[in-house]
């Protein structure tokens, strides 16, 4: 017998979860094997992804996947290639835990979980549906169902698998719009009738899996903006989000990985405080903007440093024209184009934006020079209003993030995704 | 039918005596203070951005003093409309240019429009918005006749909070711009997918086909002598039909449904759709351009293009 606690096996962002999390020991006194789970997850089989229901195995399977989160957020960015693998880690996981039980006979467990998240009504008849007063047409329904079975590349229809690819549920399309947002699902792939997808059971799984799996990369998101404000994470999370990111494969080699961020910057992907900023201020903000705002922006974006704690530069680039040839100029140019311009009566700030980028009080920096000095973080966006109210002038986008960074990084992710990228 | 530019005193004599208030729709005036006016002032583009009138009458004294070229609202609902910030929502819009149509049976020169091309526009319109109301299931879906096509407007709750991303999936529902899955269901996208193939397939003629790759011209040929039996079978989804002609061979096939999927896209402007600060015409409005009022439309299958004819052309023209 399942106890409701075990909702948080199948929804870590659930209350019981929650609770969990609330009496956990604090990161630096997290037990090894907790830290072992959290790493070892992201490569799981399917029978590593079931979870016995005992309060000792929910607390160690929620910990460590709060762990893993919070560890990955620590050395990378929101959209990064370690971001991605564990958002469809936690998918494959959520997925698989909803067929081990639906199998096991918890079918009221799983649906009381996906009722939670997804408002769903279950189709009237046995063989045929009818979903109100609209009934859909038998060949449709098997239609469906063969579609579902051909995406599992099954030919012979066996009896105890079958109900798991007949329609049985619907939706609401509108109530999908987080999906349809992150492209996990289509809508010309959804059957429609007045305003309802019609869904199996396989679907449901599918897009229940999906909708934690989004939720998963909004927490890192908001966690890797917390820790951009409150400066260097700490160790058992670094030495986390290290140990995750070296699971990396080395060859990119889905689509989905192929959205390297680092490279080329993308002015067009630029918050409007960036945008701004690049078109130079006036006195007043001019210092804020451009040092403290604009290097710090510009130089994250550019390096789009993953794979261990941001401190300095070398860690991520060979060679130092990236910051003087590519970063370096377009401050510069930003600077020059200030009213009136920055280095005219502050010189010294050419080599202060040198030293927020972690080499020290330089010049002309050298790569060996990296660390020298802290390279700071971009201030969150209310740091930024707060601070340099006329540089926010937010859009749609900014409403949904906390920091510039974030907002380049979605950007560069949704043209990627849309085919724009190069 | 003819369209003139109106020049100044005409664009004066509109806003002075005929323009109404009432004529704003009820949708826009309900929500007036929320949204971005932006307006033409003199036929070089929509610079002037930024507005916002807090009552119908600050409005009317502005087009009545400036007597714009074009005006326009944003579908977009702001706390603070005149520095266009603090995004509420955002209306779902659908633009059908007649001047833009990817097929037009009118013979008119590119970017011209006729009554046969608005009409063309005015029934795409109307298929849209069968979808949007039936599959969709979205109410309060108004169209609105823009001077040389359509708007169709949503402000259903449902839908006025999308991003872009669903916005652009709408898109291709609506337009049948993507192949489905299974082309043969009686319902869902399905079945609006090939509603929108055959009208297209149906405009076409032998020479845009030619330019589908691998349609050879005896293929051709023999699809439009046959053009009824071809369209039967795309409607009724029995496409093992359509292999039936000779020459067309499955990669074939193919490639003529990736063209009529990529045709059916062009019947929209998504960029429209997908921009939630878009503005869009006022309807009231006038369309200088054309000298049309840009007007809502209450009943699309009884819209006569008379109806947004203005009194100071009508009465020049001594109707």
Not at chain 1, 256 to 269: D, H, N, T, V, Y
Request: charged letters at 30%.
């Amino acid at each position: 017998m399942f106890a409701s606690e075990y909702l948080a096996v199948l929804d870590p962002f659930a209350e019981e979860a929650k609770k969990i999390v609330e009496a956990s020991p604090p990161v630096d006194a997290m037990p090894q094997e907790i830290i072992e789970r959290a790493t070892n997850r992201v490569n799981w089989s399917n029978k590593e992804m079931v979870v016995e229901p005992n309060p000792e195995s929910i607390r160690s399977e929620i910990l460590s996947f709060y762990l893993m989160c919070q560890g990955v957020a620590s050395v990378s960015y929101p959209y990064s290639r370690e971001v991605r693998m564990i958002s469809d880690s936690t998918r494959n996981t959520i997925r698989y835990r909803m067929y081990d039980l639906f199998k096991r006979g918890q079918e009221e467990l799983c649906m009381k979980a996906v009722r939670r998240s997804i408002k769903l009504v279950e189709l009237e008849g046995e063989n045929e549906a009818k979903l109100g007063e609209v009934e859909i047409p038998r060949e449709d329904f098997y239609k469906l169902r063969d579609q579902e079975l051909e995406k599992d590349g099954i030919d012979v229809v066996d009896d105890r698998v079958l109900h798991q690819y007949l329609p049985r549920y619907a939706v609401r399309w509108v109530d999908l719009a987080p999906l349809l947002r992150h492209r996990r699902v289509e809508l010309t792939k959804l059957y429609l009738v007045k305003g309802w997808a019609v869904l199996t059971l396989q679907d449901l799984w599918n897009f229940y899996a999906n909708i934690v799996s989004v939720r998963t990369e909004e927490y890192i998101q908001s966690v890797n903006e917390r820790i951009s404000e409150s400066g260097v994470p700490s160790n058992v999370l670094a030495r986390v989000g290290e140990r995750v990111s070296a699971l990396l494969p080395k060859e990119l080699t889905t689509e989905r990985f192929a959205m390297m961020p680092s490279g080329k910057l993308r002015p067009e992907c630029f918050p409007p405080c960036m945008k701004l900023a690049l078109n130079g201020v006036g006195i007043g903000l001019r210092n804020y903007a451009i040092v403290m705002v604009l290097t710090p922006f510009l130089s994250y974006a550019r390096i789009a440093p993953s794979g261990k704690v941001a401190t300095r530069v070398a860690d991520f680039v060979k060679d130092i024209s990236v910051v003087q040839d590519e970063i370096a100029p377009l401050i510069f140019e930003a600077a020059e184009r200030c009213n009136p311009p920055l280095f005219k009566d502050h010189p010294q700030e050419k080599a202060n934006i040198f030293y927020h980028m972690g080499f020290g009080m330089a010049t002309e920096p050298r790569l060996g020079d990296s660390g020298k000095s802290k390279w700071y973080m971009i201030p969150n966006c209310k740091n930024i209003q707060m601070s340099a109210s006329p540089l926010c002038h937010p859009d749609e986008l900014c409403r949904k993030i906390g920091n510039p960074r974030t907002y380049y990084f979605r950007k560069m992710s949704e043209h990627m995704k849309a085919g724009a990228g190069e | 039918m003819e369209m003139h530019k109106a020049t100044p005193e005409e664009r004066k004599l509109f806003y002075r005596e005929e323009w109404n208030k009432r004529e704003i729709p009820d949708f826009i005036l309900h929500t007036l203070s929320l949204r971005e006016f932006g307006f033409d002032l003199d036929g070089t583009g929509p610079s002037h951005r930024y507005n916002q009138f807090i009552t119908v009458e600050q409005l009317g004294d502005f087009l009545r003093d400036r007597a714009p070229y074009s005006a326009f609202a944003s579908v977009a609902l702001y706390e603070r409309p005149s520095a266009r910030e603090g995004w509420l929502k955002s209306e779902l819009a659908l633009d059908i240019d007649a001047k833009d149509l990817p097929l037009k049976a009118c013979g008119c020169l590119p970017g011209n429009v006729c009554e046969r091309c608005i009409d063309e526009a005015r029934r795409i319109a109307v298929e849209f918005a069968e979808t949007l109301a039936g599959d969709l299931d979205l109410r309060n879906i108004h169209f609105v006749y823009s001077g040389r096509g359509f708007h169709i407007r949503v402000t259903d709750e449902a839908v006025m909070g999308l991003e872009q991303n669903e916005r652009g999936q709408i898109v291709e529902y609506l337009t049948g711009g993507l192949i489905p899955t299974d082309i043969t269901m009686a319902l869902g996208y399905s079945k609006v997918f090939r509603e929108r193939v055959a009208r297209t397939f149906s405009a076409l003629d032998e020479e845009k086909l030619l330019k589908v790759r691998g349609m050879r011209k005896p293929l051709v040929q023999r699809l439009m002598m046959e053009k009824e039996r071809a369209l039967g079978a795309i409607r009724k989804g029995t496409l093992d039909e359509l292999s039936s002609f000779k020459g067309m061979g499955e990669k074939t096939f193919r490639q003529l449904l990736e063209f009529l999927a990529r045709t059916n896209l062009g019947f929209t402007d998504g960029k429209v759709t997908i921009d939630t600060k878009r503005i869009l015409r006022l309807p009231s409005s006038l369309h200088s351009g054309v000298c049309m009022k840009c007007t809502l439309v209450r009943d699309i299958e009884r819209f006569r293009l008379d109806d947004a004819i203005p009194k100071f052309v009508r009465e020049a023209e001594g109707k």
